[in-house]
């Protein structure tokens, strides 16, 4: 089954109408297959209204139903959740990994990372046309930490800390600086030393956006 950008809906036809006409192509799916698909993508309440009248969310979500009528063992997803409101994408996420736990393949596409992060088990990270890399989440986020500090001169800071070791990217936002790679002692120690003294320090850790961004800003050569 597959949701590759919008979906190819008809809109004169009803939800309903729209998959019991996809499901003459579809040898053995029944009447049953439709309404429990319908439930599943949360459209049984506007089933028998014009597809043509949906939100693009609602539209998404028959493209989805469109996609999993016959049960199919491998599902390609071009982000499935484009035009969605929060809850909605909470609810697909939360599908898909329903899916995924009954055996079913899911290929997602998606600029969302942080919706990657949540719904796949394994990522593959591509650069102009380029697999730069590629694993389980997990393995990609590591246990690095990003530490964030405000100081009065960035620059400065980021003079100093750019060559410590571990030190895997430095970001400045104004008088922000986000630091990749080493724990925040380790950042406070060396900018103390250079007598620079953070008015703000946070700490978290890594997350697929800022991966995602630092292996293709290692690769743009």
């Known amino acids: 089954g597959s949701l590759v950008g919008r979906p190819a809906l008809i809109p004169y036809l009803s939800a309903y109408q729209n ?3 996809l499901s003459r192509l579809a040898p053995g799916t ?19 209204r014009k597809a043509g009248r949906f ?7 028959l493209g989805l139903a469109m996609a999993l009528l016959h049960h199919p063992e491998l599902l390609l997803l ?3 959740t484009i035009g969605m409101d929060p809850g909605g994408m909470h609810e697909i996420r939360t599908l898909l990994r329903n899916l995924a736990n009954q055996g079913v393949t899911v290929f997602l596409s998606s600029h969302l990372l942080f919706e990657v992060e949540q719904i796949c088990d394994r990522v593959a990270v ?3 046309g ?15 930490q990003i530490v964030r500090i405000r100081v009065s001169s960035p620059a400065e800071a980021a003079s100093v800390l750019e060559d410590a070791q571990g030190v895997t990217g430095i970001d400045i936002n104004g008088f922000y600086l986000s630091i990749h790679g080493i724990a925040a002692e380790k950042v406070l120690e060396l900018l103390a030393q250079n007598g620079i003294y953070p008015g703000e320090v946070s700490s978290r850790s890594s ?8 292996l ?3 690769n743009e050569d």
């Open 30 to 48: 029944s009447t049953e297959n439709i309404n429990e698909t319908l439930e599943k993508v949360g459209l049984v309440e506007v089933a028998n």
């Open 55 to 61: 939100s693009t969310g609602m539209k998404q979500r």
């Open 19 to 21: 998959l019991e006409l």
């Open 130 to 144: 380029r697999i730069v890399a590629s694993g389980p989440v997990s393995a990609l986020l590591g246990d690095q």
């Open 78 to 80: 071009d982000e499935p």
């Open 207 to 214: 997350d697929l956006e800022s991966v995602f961004l630092q």
């Open 126 to 128: 591509i650069n102009k």
């Open 216 to 218: 293709t800003q290692e």
